[in-house]
């Protein structure tokens, strides 16, 4: 598995709407999708800043992955995520190499990209993903998206 580069940056805020302002204003990012995922526990923000994406995600609940986050770390930097060309592949390349993962089967990640995270203690204390933007796992999430407002 060689990772094509990096697909996005994850943040944990605590206030989507409030760190898109500050995003917008202070990087002149725009926002690419929004949507809110139940079965993920967030809501969501892909936000294009020049060559690069920033995805916000904002807790529905305390009691999910990015809601405990926050308690024990407060906002910030959730994890790195790496595009490559195979999730599938991508893993037991991961496996075979020794990695921790917490996916062990590619699945439908945010926006219908197919995902997978390697435990940060495989990666220097840092959570990744392994995502490949080329293969949605479903047709878009478009009316998802297109009904989300737009800055």
Do not use: C
Not at 27 to 53: C, K, M, W
Not at 56 to 85: C, I, N, Q, S, W
């Amino acid at each position: 598995m060689q990772a094509r580069g990096i697909h996005h940056l994850g943040m944990a805020v605590e206030d989507l709407d409030a760190a898109l302002s500050t995003y917008e204003r202070l990087f002149g990012a725009e926002v690419e999708h929004r949507a809110t995922v139940p079965d993920q526990g967030v809501e969501a923000a892909s936000l294009r800043v020049g060559d690069g994406r920033v995805e916000l995600l904002e807790p529905l609940e305390a009691d999910t992955p990015v809601g405990r986050f926050l308690a024990k770390r407060g906002p910030g930097m959730h994890h790195v995520a790496y595009e490559v060309a195979d999730v599938a592949a991508a893993i037991a390349r991961l496996t075979e190499a020794g990695a921790d993962l917490i996916d062990e089967r590619p699945r439908e990640g945010l926006f219908g990209l197919e995902v997978a995270f390697v435990h940060p203690d495989s990666v220097h204390g840092v959570l990744s993903e392994v995502v490949s933007a080329a293969v949605p796992t479903r047709t878009w999430v478009r009316d998802a998206w297109e009904n989300q407002p737009r800055g």
